[in-house]
C-alpha cells in the first residue's frame, strides 16, 4: 500500500520542504478507509467530550487493514495525522486506533491503552491473521 502522490506535490518534494496540508490531503486522497476511521474516531472524541475515543470495528477488507497499518506505521503519515486532527493516535492490533487529546498522553487511559498489558487484552483469536 502506498500513496498516490500527484506530479505537483513529487515536484515540490524534490524541491525542498512541502506544505503539510497538500500532504495531508495526499494521505487522505490515497488511505480513504484510514483517514475515514481516524476522522470518526477524531469526530466521537470531539462529541462525547473526553480524554479519548477508539475504533474496535476490524476492517471488512484486507485492503482497508493495509491502509490502516499503512498510514498507522508510518511516522510522517501518523505524525501529519496527528497535527491535522490536533491529537494523538495510538495502535493496536490490525484495527485498534486511538485518539486521545494532547493533553491525555499522560493520563492512566493512554498508558493503559499503549501498555504491553493493554496489548495483550486486546488479543482474539479472530485476529491471528491481521
Known amino acids: 500500500m502506498s500513496l498516490t502522490v ?3 506535490l513529487l ?3 524534490e524541491r ?5 496540508a497538500d500532504f495531508v490531503a495526499c494521505v487522505r486522497d490515497s488511505l480513504p478507509y484510514a483517514w475515514q476511521t481516524v476522522s470518526r474516531v477524531v ?3 470531539e462529541t ?4 479519548h475515543a477508539d475504533n474496535v470495528e476490524p476492517p471488512a477488507t484486507d485492503a482497508e487493514r493495509g491502509q490502516l497499518l499503512r498510514a498507522l506505521a508510518s511516522d510522517a503519515i501518523r505524525g501529519g495525522l496527528e ?12 484495527h485498534r486506533v486511538a485518539a486521545f487529546r ?12 499503549v501498555s504491553p498489558r493493554g496489548q ?6 479472530e485476529l491471528l491473521n491481521c
Do not use: I, K, M, W
Not at 497535527?83 to 490490525?94: K, P, S
Open 120 to 125: 495483550l487484552l486486546n488479543q482474539s483469536p
Open 16 to 20: 525542498g520542504p512541502v506544505d503539510d
Open 83 to 94: 497535527r491535522h486532527f490536533g491529537v494523538r493516535l495510538a495502535f493496536q492490533n490490525c
Open 48 to 51: 462525547t467530550g473526553g480524554d
Open 6 to 8: 500527484p506530479p505537483s
Open 102 to 113: 494532547t493533553t491525555a498522553v499522560d493520563s492512566p487511559a493512554y498508558r493503559a491503552f
Open 43 to 45: 469526530a466521537e472524541l
Open 11 to 13: 515536484d515540490a518534494a
